[in-house]
């Protein structure tokens, strides 16, 4: 092999090693510059980056050996190169820039006397996300083919480090958004109420925060689960490190192993590159994984040796790599009724609740509507100009008799609707638009099956004037799924035989 072709191989291994390590992203930038300039021996040098808001459609973020970025800008935005470069995603290479015909308009060269050029595109499978230019006013056949097949190998590693240091800054930034939504001088700011079920909840919550307990918080969609999630995660030991919040029902199933455990390179077709999965990314920190019990039962076994063994192998790669993470689920499912019908594992069950927090609905929290009205008037009106003082006693009325089968979230919408709607300093009950819920229009309303179910008993207990026993043979169910419906909703409906 020709000392010049191992020399190369030689230092793609070492950009491999160097430019996978670095996740900031403009550190990784001026790195690849670097290199670039320095294994091609080249004078100048810059990297651009697709930029919708700047003049072509791209902008200078690196450049090396210009006397200034607007010196490289304007040679960038004005270079016929540069400009063929990004939008046709081929490379380019002038061996005598200024006997070449295809840049006999170019002043930028002419002017510069610019010699010898190479220019390769940044692609992500089909699409140009920029380039690297380099080139030489010295001497004429600076750059060959040999260098171009060089650069665009290297060009194609730098656009993969480039995108995973985007993701992880994307990451990074999210997580310190969400740390900074948690002030320090209240412990669950956000997390509001006051009656004695969700002030249950919320000590339940203080009493883990400082331990590594696996948690499951349960509860009807919009009661706030992932809000507590994060509020354990801000507040406990590990505050510091990264939250992953995982949908296992929002990931296709064909795709959600990948996404947890990564890949090896090779795995599968289109496995170009080495991937970190979610769980590994969350070393150090929490994961939580959001609607639990719609995870596969093909991953279910393999998660549950993630929680035994702390550690997880990514698809297609038989090395083993050991993670340290806090696990926080959440579910609006019954997992013991998922257990029984064979769609959830028992021993996984037991994994995730070391500790259960339960959310109660809005509904069975009466007392702190008030209070969250409050506060969402608050934010909306600051968030859309509005001044809103107060509300209607004849709206509050109307706000605490409404259902709220979508809780915190379907509330905190219609107040903003309100406030948005409103015409002056008072909320009127005009302003609320709320979805109305008739006994014809049940099947229709989008309700989710646990909703309609506990509608229908409650419906049913008032018509037999609370007799559990009558109310369990009109709607065919046993006497005890009834008890047991009724304990796990809190209802203090009914008694035994009326």
């Not at 918080?217 to 801000?234: D, P």
Request: net charge neutral; glycine share 6%.
């Amino acid at each position: 092999m020709p000392e010049e072709q191992r020399d190369d191989f030689k230092v793609l291994y070492e950009i491999t090693q160097k430019i996978n390590s670095i996740l900031d992203e403009q550190e990784l930038l001026d790195k690849v510059l670097e290199i670039a300039i320095a294994h091609l021996d080249a004078e100048r040098g810059a990297i651009l980056i697709a930029d919708e808001t700047s003049p072509g459609g791209f902008a200078v973020v690196i450049f090396r050996n210009f006397n200034a970025r607007k010196d490289a800008s304007e040679y960038a935005a004005s270079s016929s190169v540069v400009k063929r470069v990004i939008e046709s995603g081929e490379p380019v290479l002038a061996f005598d820039a200024l006997s070449d015909e295809r840049f006999e308009a170019s002043r930028s060269i002419v002017a510069q006397r610019i010699m010898s050029i190479i220019c390769v595109p940044l692609r992500l499978q089909d699409k140009t996300v920029g380039a690297i230019y380099l080139d030489s006013t010295r001497s004429r056949g600076k750059f060959n083919a040999e260098t171009m097949k060089f650069l665009a190998v290297f060009g194609n590693l730098a656009a993969v480090a480039l995108q995973n240091a985007k993701r992880y800054g994307h990451l990074t930034s999210e997580n310190t958004r969400l740390k900074n939504e948690i002030s320090s001088v209240h412990l669950f700011p956000g997390i509001i109420g006051r009656s004695k079920t969700w002030k249950a909840a919320l000590d339940l919550v203080q009493r883990v925060l400082d331990t590594d307990v696996s948690v499951l918080i349960t509860g009807e969609s919009g009661t706030g689960k992932e809000l507590i999630a994060r509020a354990i995660h801000t507040q406990g030991r590990r505050k510091d490190k990264a939250f992953m919040a995982i949908n296992c029902s929002a990931i296709p199933e064909q795709l959600l192993e990948s996404e947890l455990f990564g890949y090896k390179r090779g795995a599968f077709t289109g496995a170009n590159v080495d991937k970190k999965g979610l769980i590994e990314y969350a070393d150090g920190g929490t994961v939580f994984l959001d609607e639990v019990g719609d995870l596969p039962t093909s991953l279910q076994a393999k998660l549950l040796r993630v929680l035994q063994e702390r550690e997880i192998r990514r698809l297609g790669d038989g090395e083993i790599r050991k993670v340290d993470m806090r696990v926080i689920s959440a579910t609006n499912k019954d997992l013991r009724e998922e257990i029984k019908a064979g769609r959830f594992r028992e021993d996984l069950y037991f994994r995730l609740n070391i500790v259960e927090v339960h959310l109660p609905p809005l509904r069975d929290r009466l007392e702190d509507i008030t209070i969250l009205v409050d506060y969402f008037i608050k934010k909306a009106s600051e968030a859309h100009g509005r001044q809103l003082k107060r509300v209607n006693p004849e709206a509050m009325a109307l706000l605490l008799r409404h259902p709220w089968y979508g809780n915190v979230r379907e509330l905190q919408n219609s107040i903003e609707r309100a406030v948005v709607l409103s015409r002056g300093e008072e909320l009127m009950e005009a302003d609320l638009k709320l979805q109305q819920y008739t006994e014809d229009e049940l099947l229709q309303t989008g309700l989710t099956l646990e909703v309609f179910e506990r509608k229908l008993v409650e419906k049913t207990l008032a018509e037999t004037g609370n007799n559990r026993t009558r109310t369990a043979e009109k709607l065919g169910v046993s006497l005890r799924w009834l008890q047991y419906r009724l304990k796990e909703w809190g209802s203090q409906k009914g008694r035994p035989d009326g």
